[in-house]
């Protein structure tokens, strides 16, 4: 069961010979993290060029999101294979071949395949790019080089619409893809010349069992939880796909609990600080992807702002955790994780309770505003942890901890939007039906003469109903993450900086 402990490589803290091959990894994790939303503001643009259904064109992002869950768990047995330098290097250069590939589809059915290739070394750079991380750093600069590195895991997805937004309203949507060529190329050449050659290791034999049960497990969840809308949540596709997935999963763990090499090893499970700080990672990711999709919606739909001013409202909170994750990671180095945790997701409940008021007439001013101290809460806890967790594992368990953390954003962000979506899609159905009877029949128009003005009449009624509802279901959705990050603090409170190691929150070594 014991995985082989990779080897630290030599990195002067005093010198900071640390920081450039840090910059390298995070420019390349960016790159993959930044593609998950640039691309969603593109999605309307490429459904009207295709001249495909919206059913259809959300297999873009389907497609791409079913395929990080099968690359995601054997990134470190990969790495391990072939080394994790020359993994990175590879993966940077196949990700943008896959970006350049998508740029020039021509069709839906093409942009699907192009993003299924592009989706590979997409799930590996994350996990490769962690992995990496904690034997390029000094234990004592763990969390400092974690806020950096956090830049990529949340501003990147921050950043998305605004870019994706402005490249989409004023130049061209391919460009969304092919702005990953030049970046892909020469973070490969920086890679090459920065990164220290960690070579590959003896890793076992493939656990095909393993991969394959779950492989299955994420694949049927990530399906229904994306097609569960449409299909329907009590429907038997739905329902299947979810008790299949489940029953993968648990399969899953009692497989790797029996087999030699096992692909990940579930023993990380039985670090609590490691797995309270998933419980506060799924809560965390949820609040800041329902934020991500729902607000461009709102600015738009509700607003009435085109995608790239939508974006740019976005772009303050951005800016907030960009300045916010490498503080919060110096904090994290000198007092541990606890303190941060607590004050950053107290922050986060306060702004939930705040954005309950929402409407159609807020200011833009009072939303970029609380955007911006929601950001202050999420930047100043999402990276201490993080750390934190991944600190609390056994250096040889480190590939396998990368791995669950990856997932666990990816699907935790995924079931929290369909279960705040299917919630929202109810909520609306009920407030619309409730408001369709104050629309008195006198307002319906007549045949008769006037009948135009009274039809345009009763349509701005109805379009003012229909967004009031769409504001008031909103309202009801941060409800629900306002309750969900208050229950966090309780679990923040129990973060302790893992025994055994030093000040900087290093991996904690065990006998």
Do not use: H
């Amino acid at each position: 069961m014991t995985q082989a402990a990779a080897p630290r490589a030599e990195a002067p803290a005093a010198g900071g010979g640390w920081l450039l091959p840090l910059v390298v990894l995070v420019s390349g994790m960016f790159m993959s993290v930044l593609d998950t939303s640039i691309v969603n503001v593109a999605i309307p643009k490429m459904q009207n060029v295709f001249g495909v259904t919206a059913d259809d064109i959300e297999w873009i992002a389907t497609s791409y999101t079913l395929v990080l869950g099968v690359i995601v768990p054997i990134s470190s047995w990969l790495a391990n294979r072939v080394g994790q330098t020359r993994l990175y290097i590879v993966s940077l250069l196949a990700f943008a071949a896959g970006s350049a590939l998508c740029g020039v589809a021509w069709d839906l059915d093409s942009m699907i395949a192009f993003r299924v290739i592009q989706a590979i070394p997409g799930g590996v750079l994350p996990v490769v790019s962690l992995s990496m991380l904690y034997q390029i750093v000094p234990k004592e600069k763990i969390g400092s080089a974690m806020g950096i590195y956090g830049l990529g895991v949340v501003v990147a997805p921050a950043v998305g619409p605004t870019l994706g937004g402005y490249l989409v309203e004023y130049v061209d949507w391919r460009l969304i893809f092919f702005i990953n060529v030049p970046i892909g190329i020469l973070g490969a050449i920086a890679a090459f010349l920065l990164l220290p050659p960690f070579a590959g290791r003896p890793a076992g034999r493939f656990d095909l069992l393993g991969f394959l049960t779950i492989a299955t497990g994420l694949s049927s969840l990530l399906l229904a939880l994306s097609e569960g809308q449409s299909w329907g949540w009590t429907a038997y596709p739905t329902v299947i796909l979810i008790l299949l997935g489940l029953l993968c999963l648990a399969l899953f763990v009692v497989i790797e609990n029996t087999v030699e090499n096992p692909l990940l090893d579930v023993r990380v499970f039985g670090v609590w600080a490691y797995t309270n700080s998933l419980l506060l990672i799924s809560v965390l990711s949820v609040g800041l992807f329902s934020v991500l999709f729902y607000i461009p919606v709102y600015l738009q739909s509700a607003r009435g702002l085109g995608a790239f001013e939508a974006g740019l409202l976005l772009m303050p909170q951005a800016l907030v955790m960009a300045v916010l994750m490498p503080i919060a990671g110096q904090v994290y180095d000198r007092i541990g994780a606890r303190v941060p945790a607590v004050v950053g997701l107290l922050i986060m409940t306060l702004a939930g309770y705040l954005m309950q008021d929402l409407t159609a007439v807020t200011s833009e001013g009072e939303i970029i505003a609380l955007l911006c101290l929601r950001a202050l809460g999420t930047g100043m806890c999402m990276m201490p942890i993080m750390t934190n967790g991944i600190s609390a594992v056994p250096p040889a368990l480190v590939g396998s901890a990368s791995a669950f953390n990856n997932v666990t954003q990816r699907v935790s962000a995924a079931l929290g939007l369909a279960a705040l979506t299917a919630f929202m899609t109810i909520q609306q159905a009920q407030l619309g039906a409730d408001r369709a009877g104050l629309v008195s029949p006198d307002m319906m128009p007549s045949l008769g003469p006037g009948a135009s003005g009274q039809v345009l009449g009763t349509m701005a009624i109805y379009q003012q109903t229909s967004t009031q509802v769409y504001v008031s279901a909103l309202d009801d959705v941060m409800f629900i993450t306002t309750i969900m990050t208050g229950a966090a603090v309780v679990l923040a409170l129990f973060l302790r900086r893992p025994s055994g190691a030093p000040a900087g929150g290093g991996p904690a070594m065990v006998d």
